[in-house]
T-cell receptor, first 116, second 114 residues
Framework: AQSVTQLDSQVPVFEEAPVELRCNYS??????LFWYVQYPNQGLQLLLK??????LVKGINGFEAEFNKSQTSFHLRKPSVHISDTAEYFC??????????????FGKGTKLSVKP | DTAVSQTPKYLVTQMGNDKSIKCEQN?????MYWYKQDSKKFLKIMFS???????INETVPNRFSPKSPDKAHLNLHINSLELGDSAVYFC?????????????FGPGTRLTVT
């Protein structure tokens, strides 16, 4: 079974500073990776995803992530954060479930707190 | 206008009761999902349906029964509610479960069992 580890449960950072949220996954034949964001009292929203091709993936709101197969990592980065980026961030991997790719295995989340 | 909607948003009930949560999507997607998010924010899939057919059924007590009257609706019925059922339940949908398409999430239903 696949698994996802988010190494940091909380990341406090000052506004306009860079940030990296770390994610490692268990290896598999084919890997589809996602980052979702959850703002307070809301559902999850897709930030970006890696399916194949270029290992550097750009998403919404200035976020990007790099797929590193040798290190089984998919870290999320933003060069300059805003107060509005304060949210919970979830890394997820798609696990093949009898031909279905809809079975998302989520990490435990990283709470990003941006301070003025 | 809401892509994935859930009702109710909050649900407070006593142990032993039966309750339902409704979910509707207007995106024209074929696949819908139910997730449970516990108090530590851990998110785990419970079920998925594709065009009214059950696709994913994770280890969930039999007290939980999903029902899909059509591909735009996936309701969750819970019998004999227990304290441990308290959580936020999210409905989601995607274009097709056979590909790793983006999943669109509803706003969640916060269930509190007392």
């Amino acid at each position: 079974a696949q698994s996802v580890t988010q190494l940091d449960s909380q990341v406090p950072v000052f506004e306009e500073a860079p940030v990296e949220l770390r994610c490692n996954y268990s290896s598999s034949v084919s890997v589809y990776l996602f980052w979702y964001v959850q703002y307070p009292n809301q559902g999850l929203q897709l930030l970006l995803k890696y399916l194949s091709g270029s290992t550097l993936v750009k998403g919404i709101n200035g976020f990007e992530a790099e797929f590193n197969k040798s290190q089984t990592s998919f870290h999320l980065r933003k060069p300059s954060v805003h107060i509005s980026d304060t949210a919970e961030y979830f890394c997820a991997v798609s696990e093949d479930y009898g031909g279905s790719q809809g079975n998302l295995i989520f990490g435990k989340g990283t709470k990003l707190s941006v301070k003025p | 206008d809401t892509a994935v909607s859930q009702t109710p948003k909050y649900l407070v009930t006593q142990m032993g009761n039966d309750k339902s949560i409704k979910c509707e999507q207007n995106l024209g997607h074929d696949t819908m999902y139910w997730y449970k998010q516990d108090s530590k924010k851990f998110l785990k899939i419970m079920f998925s349906y594709n065009n009214k057919e059950l696709i994913i059924n994770e280890t969930v007590p039999n007290r939980f029964s999903p029902k899909s009257p059509d591909k735009a609706h996936l309701n969750l019925h819970i019998n004999s509610l227990e304290l441990g059922d308290s959580a936020v339940y999210f409905c989601a949908s995607s274009q097709d479960h056979r590909e790793p398409y983006e999943q669109y999430f509803g706003p969640g239903t916060r269930l509190t069992v007392t």
